[in-house]
Structures are given as C-alpha cells and as structure tokens.
C-alpha cells in the first residue's frame, strides 16, 4: 500500500498512520511474541553503553598515496575512492617489505621506509578473468599472503604467494557452488615468482580454488599464514582464509549455518598439497575432515562477513565480522566453532528460529536453545559505527601505550577503537574505547581529514581499514584518498 493509492487522504492523515505504526518503536512498546510464549521487544539501540575517547592518543602520519585506476564497471562506481587499498601486511623473512593491494587488481610492494609503493603485479595483465564490475567497493582483488617460505631458496614455498579476487562467472573450474555463480566466483590463485627480490613480478601461476557468488557483496577477504606456526608444527605453511555467507541480506540461502557449503567461515588448507580431485591438501587436523557431506576446508563457521582476521604472536586469530543491522563483532577464532550467524548477531538473537518473530531487528536472547554458539569478545552497535573493519593486536615497540590492547577500525565512520587483548571472554564483551588521533598538529577526527560523499547513506564515508608491517607498527589505510598513514608516539 502507498499513499498514492488514496489520493484522497490528506498528508497529514499518512504522517499520523505512520506515526502510529512506529511509535511503540522508538518508545520500547511494541513487541513480538515467541511460540514459547516469551515476549521479545525489538531492541533498536541494544548497547546503550557509549564508547568514550580514552587517555590513549596517537600521531598519524603521512607515508604514501597510492595511483588512482579505474574501476571495470561500465555502470560508474559505487564509492568515488581515489584507490580501493583493502590490506597492506609485511612479505616476511625479516625482509622489510610490506605489499598493499588495491581491490582494482593491483599489488604494490614497498620497503621497510614506507616513503612510496612499486607495482608489483596487476591482475588486469593476466588472461585471469578477473572482474571487479559488479560491486567494485567488494569485488576485486580481495586478499594476498605470502608463504613463509617465500624467501627461503630451496624450501617448497620458496617464490610463492597468493591473492584472492574476484573473476567471471564460468571462466574456470569451480571447487564449490558452479551452478550458482550468478554474479561472479571468488578465486585463489597460487603465483611462484622466479627471482622473490625481483621487481615487478616474473613467474607462473596457477588456480588453487573457486568458488561461485550469487550475490556481488560477502565475498572472499583475508588471507593469512599463522605467523606463530614454526617449521615442524602441524600448522606451518596453512593457508586460511575468509568467505562472507554469500552475499545479500540476512544471509537468504543460511549458509552460515551450514557445513555441506564453506560460505560465512574460515578456511583451512595446504596450499602446497593435493587431496583427491582438489589443487591443494586438506590438513588432517581441520575439524570436520573425517565428516561426510561436510566442506572439509572449513575451520570455524557461523560468521556474516568476517571480511578480515589476524593472528596475534601466540597465535590467536582475531575475527571482525560485520554486522547486518545492529551489531559489528570481534570473535577469537576457535577451531571448529560456530559464531551464530544468522541465529546470532553479536550477543543477541536476530529472529531467526524463533517462530512468529520479525526479521530485522535484533531481540535479547530468548531461551539458551539447543545450539552452542561462540559469542564475541567485543561488540558494538550501530550508534557507535557502521561496519567493522580490520583490526589487529598491538605487538610493536614505538606506541607504549598501546602495548597489550587490539586495535581495529569501522570502515565507514572512520573510528579507530581498542580493548585490552588479554583475559578476553566469549560472551563478555570487552569495554571498548576510542583511540585519539593527533592529526596535522592537533587532535581531530579522521573522517573529518578524509571523509568524502558516502554514496550509501549521507553523510561522508571514510573507507577505513588498518595495516600492519614487519615491526608490527600499524596504519591508516583510506580509500577516498588513497593514502597509507602510519601511527607513530604523539609527542
């Protein structure tokens, strides 16, 4: 029904309707009822609790500003982003590289000084189908990792690394989900570089795993080495990685819940091995390996759109998955555990699975349930941010203050926050503050420096997302202007 429909209905009628309908909402009255019978009111503001500046207070400062590409699609750009940047991590072997990719499907590699960035590889020079037309501010060159061994002459990784990105629906052989691939397919490739110190790029490639999107959002994102896992250990040379639930909203075809498709989880190969028909090993210890009609790759699931995690030096993996509605989550990454998703939205339930329940808003959790579920370690809600972003533990040695805290950032408001990274419970969330940054000589917001039109809401949009280097100093990464910042003491 529309206004249109009823001409003859005057304005200030509809304003009254529509008041009606959405008061009990602003004022806590409405309310939904379970086939249990417990009464579940929708919870528009579920952490009231507001997130506070803290005594913290970091210098940022400029390093270097990537080239701006064109993005593929013919439609124009959803974001006007002077460069995609989605990582920059070090290359490893105490080499002092960092490498930072643009979702474009360009790779840039810089040196320990960070003054400026080379190109090391684009993707649009090689017969790949790589596309980032459908959604270019997701799809794209979404994730790299360099093999430990990238550098150690002789040994099987030696010359290899991986980047993750986003090509045509039916170019290639898919590992998972060839019949519904109606937007693209998200893609591994393994590259083995001729000379490691060279550059640009010379060497070979080949495809390692594909997998179909139906939807152009939610797609593969970070891909990592555990940087803990020594030579012999059962974990060295395992190549994880991210998968979104596949896309839209509310994740429609729940694969976050399921085993049988790796979507809305991370991953867990041998990037070097071969298992059966597949172009690389299942680890024995993956937690579902023995299970029939289970995606042996998966190593935790029940995630939305965990876009980006990080190990910290014990080994801790530091999930950010991104919210629907109402909650942005940090998740410690279990073997084999399920994070909810989409029964789940940080520590509230989101309608799902609970009979005669709107969909939409988040609720207070009825009853326990029979499922087990991983609750996160932080959250926060949408009065605080938008989407999470990545985030990492603070390992460096310049910043004292930040010694001991995880630091992430939400993309679209350009907040960078912190916890204390220790004794972190599931299901306790962890207070969290907002770091300071000494900008220019004084202390501002970032999104007022580098906010530009945010083309989803009003407003401006910061595109934030973090990077770390060999050192593990941290930096501000801002697509809208294509610059890499590094944080530094604030004097």
């Not at 701006?68 to 072997?93: C, F, K, W």
């Not at 997302?465 to 202007?481: N, V």
């Amino acid at each position: 029904m529309k206004a249109q429909d009823f001409p003859n209905l005057s304005k200030a009628w509809w304003l009254a309707a529509i008041a009606l309908i959405f008061l009990p909402y602003l004022y806590g009255g409405h309310h939904e009822t379970s086939e249990a019978g417990e009464v579940l009111v929708p919870l528009h503001n579920p952490i009231e609790q507001k997130i506070e500046k803290g005594d913290i207070m970091v210098a940022v400062e400029k390093r270097f500003r990537l080239p701006r590409l064109e993005d593929m699609s013919a439609g124009g750009a959803t974001t006007d982003a002077h460069a995609r940047i989605q990582y920059l991590n070090p290359v490893g072997a105490k080499s002092g590289r960092m490498a930072i990719c643009d979702l474009r499907g360009a790779l840039y590699l810089a040196d320990a000084e960070g003054k400026a960035a080379r190109l090391y590889l684009n993707h649009r020079d090689y017969p790949i189908s790589f596309d980032n037309s459908s959604m270019p501010n997701e799809t794209g060159l979404a994730g790299f990792a360099f093999h430990p061994d990238f550098y150690a002459k002789g040994r099987p990784g030696y010359g290899k690394f991986y980047t993750a990105f986003s090509a045509t629906s039916g170019s290639g052989e898919s590992t998972y989900l060839k019949d519904d691939a109606g937007s693209h397919e998200s893609v591994i490739l393994e590259w083995t570089a001729t000379d490691p110190a060279a550059i640009p790029f010379k060497g070979t490639y080949r495809e390692v795993f594909r997998i179909g999107q139906f939807a152009p959002n939610h797609n593969i994102g970070t891909l990592s080495f555990n940087p803990s896992a020594k030579r012999k250990s059962s974990d060295y040379g395992n190549l994880y990685f991210s998968l979104g639930d596949g896309g839209a909203s509310f994740d429609p075809k729940d694969y976050g819940q399921s085993l049988e498709v790796p979507q809305g989880a991370i991953l867990r190969i041998n990037p070097l091995g071969r298992s059966k028909d597949r172009s690389y090993g299942i680890p024995n210890d993956n937690p579902f390996v023995s299970k029939s009609n289970v995606a042996p790759e998966i190593w935790a699931y029940g995630l939305r759109h965990p876009q980006h995690f990080s190990f910290d030096k014990k080994g801790r993996m530091f999930i950010c998955d991104i919210g629907q509605k109402e909650v942005e989550e940090i998740n410690i990454g279990v073997i084999g555990g399920n994070f909810g998703w989409r029964i789940r939205e940080g520590t509230f339930a989101t309608g799902f699975g609970i009979e005669g329940v709107e969909v939409g808003p988040v609720f207070e959790l009825p009853h326990d349930g029979p499922e087990t579920f991983i609750d996160p370690v932080a959250q926060y809600d949408h009065e605080e941010g938008r989407a999470i972003g990545s985030g990492f533990a603070y390992e460096g040695r310049k910043i004292k203050s930040l010694k001991g805290k995880f630091v992430f950032a939400d993309i679209v408001r350009g907040r960078v926050f912190y916890i204390d990274a220790g004794n972190l419970e599931p299901g306790t969330p962890a207070e969290i503050k907002e770091l300071r940054l000494m900008i220019e000589g004084r202390e501002q917001n970032l999104l007022d420096t580098v906010g530009y039109p945010n083309t989803y809401n009003r407003g401006l949009r910061a595109d934030l997302r973090l990077g770390i280097d060999e050192d593990k100093e941290l930096y501000l990464l801002t697509k809208g202007d294509g610059w890499v910042r590094k944080l530094v003491p604030a004097e």
